[in-house]
């Protein structure tokens, strides 16, 4: 099997505080994978380690069989990233900035086609502070998918969208995966999880404490409820140090 994703023995911390400490996964090729947690697990930080906005303090990450940091310039054609605080200027047109990110690739993919696929044509002339909520996470997807990548980081995708804006973008995300793209998303919805991702991983202070697909964890936990399951990972910790 292709790895599209891997890490081994990563570690990260800021000052005493442990933020990744020792973390091991794998993401096949084509692959919709996630990674769940409570805040403050460690989510975040795991997802700037393997993009590598932020240097693990030990381990390896490799993206396509690539150092994410080290060979920076090769994978930037072939790897979106949405990060959970996205932040742009508010004074930017729609089509502005989606015609400043193709610039930066040799060969992205058409944003107009991409504007189009997300429901945004009528918003190409406004600006990102006119955006709604649901718009603005939209674009944001939209481009991390201007490098036409053959894998994406999602981090906290749908937070804070209502139900109707949530399911039209896992609609966006399952056309993704079916044209080719390997996506990694962390995600707090447990009900997205179950209809996007083939597999998670659950980490809990710093740790990955399970692996597998949505049916694994609710059989290792003996219950039909994914909710239980994964409290029954993501807690456990807490209340072990009562």
């Given at each position: 099997?292709?790895y599209i994703v891997s890490?081994?023995?990563?570690?990260?911390?800021?000052?005493s505080k442990k933020a990744?400490?020792?973390?091991?996964?794998?993401?096949?090729q084509g692959e919709t994978?996630?990674?769940?947690?409570?805040?403050?697990?460690?989510?975040?930080?795991?997802?700037?380690?393997?993009?590598?906005?932020?240097?693990?303090?030990?381990?390896?990450?490799?993206?396509?069989?690539?150092?994410?940091?080290?060979?920076?310039?090769?994978?930037?054609?072939?790897?979106?990233?949405?990060?959970?605080?996205?932040?742009?200027?508010?004074?930017?047109?729609?089509?502005?900035?989606?015609?400043?990110?193709?610039?930066?690739?040799?060969?992205?993919?058409?944003?107009?086609?991409?504007?189009?696929?997300?429901?945004?044509?009528?918003?190409?002339?406004?600006?990102?502070?006119?955006?709604?909520?649901?718009?603005?996470?939209?674009?944001?997807?939209?481009?991390?998918?201007?490098?036409?990548?053959?894998?994406?980081?999602?981090?906290?995708?749908?937070?804070?969208?209502?139900?109707?804006?949530?399911?039209?973008?896992?609609?966006?995300?399952?056309?993704?995966?079916?044209?080719?793209?390997?996506?990694?998303?962390?995600?707090?919805?447990?009900?997205?999880?179950?209809?996007?991702?083939?597999?998670?991983?659950?980490?809990?202070?710093?740790?990955?404490?399970?692996?597998?697909?949505?049916?694994?964890?609710?059989?290792?936990?003996?219950?039909?409820?994914?909710?239980?399951?994964?409290?029954?990972?993501?807690?456990?910790?807490?209340?072990?140090?009562?």
């Amino acid at each position: 099997m292709e790895y599209i994703v891997s890490a081994v023995g990563l570690k990260k911390s800021f000052g005493s505080k442990k933020a990744v400490a020792g973390i091991d996964l794998a993401v096949a090729q084509g692959e919709t994978f996630g990674l769940l947690g409570a805040n403050g697990a460690g989510k975040s930080t795991t997802v700037e380690c393997l993009v590598g906005v932020k240097e693990p303090d030990e381990g390896q990450v490799l993206l396509m069989g690539k150092r994410p940091r080290a060979q920076r310039k090769t994978l930037f054609e072939h790897v979106g990233v949405q990060f959970q605080e996205s932040r742009y200027q508010d004074k930017v047109k729609v089509d502005e900035l989606c015609r400043m990110t193709a610039c930066l690739y040799r060969q992205p993919a058409d944003y107009r086609a991409l504007l189009h696929s997300f429901g945004l044509d009528e918003k190409r002339s406004s600006f990102i502070e006119d955006l709604s909520g649901g718009q603005k996470q939209r674009l944001f997807v939209a481009l991390a998918l201007i490098p036409d990548p053959r894998l994406v980081f999602l981090d906290e995708l749908t937070t804070g969208l209502d139900v109707k804006t949530r399911r039209e973008v896992w609609g966006y995300l399952e056309a993704m995966k079916d044209q080719g793209v390997t996506i990694f998303l962390t995600s707090h919805y447990l009900d997205e999880v179950e209809r996007l991702c083939d597999r998670i991983a659950i980490i809990r202070n710093g740790r990955i404490v399970f692996t597998g697909t949505v049916d694994e964890a609710r059989e290792s936990c003996g219950t039909a409820d994914l909710e239980q399951a994964y409290l029954h990972y993501a807690e456990q910790g807490s209340k072990e140090a009562q």
